[in-house]
């Protein structure tokens, strides 16, 4: 099956400093990819859609000054947590799909454990 | 809008028991239904769907059915193994099954016991 890997898995950092969550896809194309938050015993909330070579799209009341999202390639997308807040500790996790018509299974990276200081 | 809610954990089993991990959800339209699961240290992996109405989902011996007029998706197993230990998510699509769409529960923590 598809594999998506996501990097790093734990990372603390202090106040104000920015960290950057890195989403591969190993072994297909991912034109489009997704940003998930999870909070302590919620749901994974969808965050922005990472588009590969054009802006991504964000849901409503997230910040985009705040979350980078860069897809520069078919195979990355990349998260960027910026003046990181204690409030922004959080599970974040990516996710792709296959492309092509009627490939609708999403494949999710492992995740990454974010712990503001 | 769309809303998953799942049996909050955590659940602690014995080796062979039977396993219900209860899934409700509120959605507009005719949803697509998913268990995902997440072993420690890894994605999220997809364990089962089911498409419509009656529609059963299996893999690995689990299994939910797709109820409508319940709304519910209940995952069970009838006898699980240590191996099954992991984060289950019941989630939702509501349309076309994108990931774009996914809707998640809450995730239940499952611990099996040998």
């Known amino acids: 099956g598809a594999v998506v890997s996501q990097h790093p898995s734990r990372v603390i950092c202090k106040s104000g400093t920015s960290v950057k969550i890195e989403c591969r896809s190993l072994?297909?194309?991912?034109?489009?990819m997704f940003w998930y938050r999870q909070f302590p015993k919620q749901s994974l909330m969808l965050m922005a859609t990472?588009?590969?070579?054009?802006?991504?799209?964000?849901e409503q009341g997230v910040e985009k000054d705040k979350f980078l999202i860069n897809h520069a390639s078919l195979t990355l997308s990349t998260l960027t947590v910026t003046s990181a807040h204690p409030e922004d500790s959080s599970f974040y996790i990516c996710?792709?799909?296959?492309?092509?018509?009627?490939?609708?299974?999403?494949?999710f990276g492992q995740g990454t454990r974010l712990t503001v200081v | 809008g769309d809303s998953v809610t799942q049996m909050e954990g955590p659940v602690t089993l014995s080796e062979e028991a039977f396993l219900t991990i209860n899934c409700t959800y509120t959605a507009t339209g005719y949803p697509s239904l998913f268990w995902y699961v997440q072993y420690p240290g890894e994605g999220l992996q997809l364990l089962l769907k089911a498409t419509k109405a009656d529609d059963k989902g299996s893999n690995k011996g689990f299994e939910a059915t797709y109820r409508k007029e319940t709304t519910s998706f209940h995952l069970e197993k009838g006898s699980v193994q240590v191996s099954d230990s992991a984060v289950y998510f019941c989630a939702l699509s509501d349309g076309g099954g994108s990931a774009r769409q996914l809707t998640f529960g809450s995730g239940t923590q499952l611990t099996v016991l040998p």
């Open positions: 072994d297909f194309q991912a034109t489009t």
């Open positions: 996710s792709a799909s296959l492309p092509g018509q009627g490939k609708t299974e999403a494949f």
């Open positions: 990472s588009n590969e070579g054009s802006k991504a799209t964000y």
